[in-house]
């Protein structure tokens, strides 16, 4: 237990870790910003359902399904702080183009399609060059406490964000939202400017497609990481379809509008910060595996509280039954707060630097693969059979995955270390 309570402590982290903490936060603002103003668009300017809203999502998370693999072999050969301003400078273009062809009365559900996927393609790059720059920044030992302050300004980034950009929304529309999103980015690119350069990894041997093979068979090998990330699969799934589904709950089950679905995401967002303060105590006492499993045991009990405001919807006062939901998307997010950091830390420390970009594009291609998968048919399901129905089915699978992770290999230990 001492190991896990000395990395919940870690020490000072440095400057130049802050400074790519204020990235972050400013990159996690700009992306809250602009989810509120696209689903807006969708639902209320385009007149569109669950079905609509998923294929939002999916558009968003179709580039890490198509290109992961291949971007995490690529990125690990490149200067990541270099990757990460192309791609916010790329990102800040696509959010104010599509603000523009908006507000000139361009607006056409396909457009908005081909903007999220350019916007995700980006958001891919980024990703892969900002997870691996994270251990070149802090010691191994305090990548726990470094990401338990990454998680804190994105939780509380994306706590604020929404609930900014339903104001914005309400008063001005959703193009504005998209312009400070934009700009957003573009402080994100200041920021970045002052961190020094990191060097290129050593030049890969065997070629792009072994490199990715060699990173594709290390996840899934590895005694660990293998059935974590099996279950994390499931978990995705299931979560992807959860959040297609609390849309229209909100902007049409219970017509709150884009303010209510504002706070609903700033709710989930703000829980998820107090669950990331909570992180490193939770995790002394219990370890980093067995973190997660306990915050995965929360998820199908967090979105019953989503499923029951539906169904009781008829019965129970419009303001209580949205009080329900916030009550299960506050339990769903401090789960999701206190898992993170830990999660975080075991991926990392059970993989060597130079497979660090590859592990973390191998997890999170086949982990966007099932958002791209859930997010359309949760949305064909809701439409089918009623919201609440289909909330109650991501309910159960919620539960099988926290199951399967409690029975598997990870939670009968409580380190992870490099092979």
């Known amino acids: 237990m001492r190991p896990e309570r000395e990395r919940a402590r870690s020490g000072p982290l440095g400057g130049r870790f802050w400074r790519f903490w204020s990235v972050e936060l400013a990159t996690e603002t700009g992306l809250g910003l602009a989810i509120i103003a696209l689903q807006t668009m969708v639902v209320l300017d385009l007149g569109g359902g669950a079905t609509e809203v998923g294929w939002l999502s999916s558009a968003r998370w179709l580039p890490y399904m198509l290109l992961g693999l291949l971007v995490g072999a690529l990125v690990e050969g490149m200067r990541r702080r270099t990757v990460m301003v192309v791609s916010d400078l790329v990102r800040a273009l696509v959010l104010a183009g599509l603000a523009a062809v908006w507000l000139v009365g361009g607006g056409a559900l396909w457009v908005l399609l081909l903007a999220v996927v350019l916007l995700g393609t980006a958001s891919l790059v980024n990703d892969a060059a900002s997870q691996a720059f994270v251990p070149r920044l802090v010691p191994r030992e305090r990548l726990l406490g470094a990401h338990q302050r990454l998680d804190a300004g994105s939780s509380a980034a994306q706590s604020a964000g929404p609930a900014l950009s339903g104001a914005v929304i309400a008063l001005v529309g959703a193009p504005v939202a998209l312009l400070a999103a934009a700009a957003a980015h573009l402080a994100s690119v200041v920021a970045l400017a002052s961190l020094p350069a990191d060097h290129r990894a050593p030049r890969r041997s065997g070629g792009l497609g072994r490199s990715i093979a060699r990173g594709v068979r290390f996840v899934h090998r590895h005694p660990r990481l293998g059935p974590f990330a099996r279950w994390t699969h499931a978990w995705f799934l299931c979560n992807g379809a959860a959040m297609t589904l609390l849309v229209p709950l909100v902007l049409l089950e219970l017509?709150?509008?884009?303010?209510?679905?504002?706070?609903?995401?700033?709710?989930?967002?703000?829980?998820?910060?107090?669950?990331?303060?909570?992180?490193?105590?939770?995790?002394?006492?219990?370890?980093?595996?067995?973190?997660?499993?306990?915050?995965?045991?929360?998820?199908?009990?967090?979105?019953s509280a989503a499923a029951l405001c539906g169904f009781a919807g008829d019965?129970?006062?419009?303001?209580?039954?949205?009080?329900?939901?916030?009550?299960?998307?506050?339990?769903?997010?401090?789960?999701?707060?206190?898992?993170?950091?830990?999660?975080?830390?075991?991926?990392?420390?059970?993989?060597?630097?130079?497979?660090?970009?590859r592990m973390n594009a191998t997890m999170r291609t086949v982990n966007r693969a099932m958002i791209v998968v859930a997010a359309p048919l949760g949305g064909l399901l809701g439409d089918a059979i009623g919201i609440s129905a289909a909330l109650a089915i991501v309910c159960a699978g919620f539960a099988v995955a926290a199951a399967g992770l409690a029975l598997s290999p990870l939670a009968r230990g409580r380190r992870a270390t490099a092979r």
Do not use: H
């Open 255 to 303: 017509e709150a509008g884009p303010a209510g679905l504002g706070v609903a995401l700033g709710v989930l967002g703000g829980a998820t910060l107090a669950g990331t303060a909570l992180a490193g105590i939770v995790a002394a006492r219990l370890g980093t595996a067995r973190t997660i499993v306990a915050a995965r045991a929360v998820m199908p009990i967090a979105w």
């Open 315 to 357: 019965v129970l006062p419009g303001g209580l039954a949205f009080g329900v939901l916030l009550a299960g998307l506050a339990l769903a997010g401090l789960a999701m707060g206190v898992e993170n950091p830990s999660e975080m830390a075991l991926r990392q420390l059970a993989t060597p630097d130079g497979m660090q970009a």
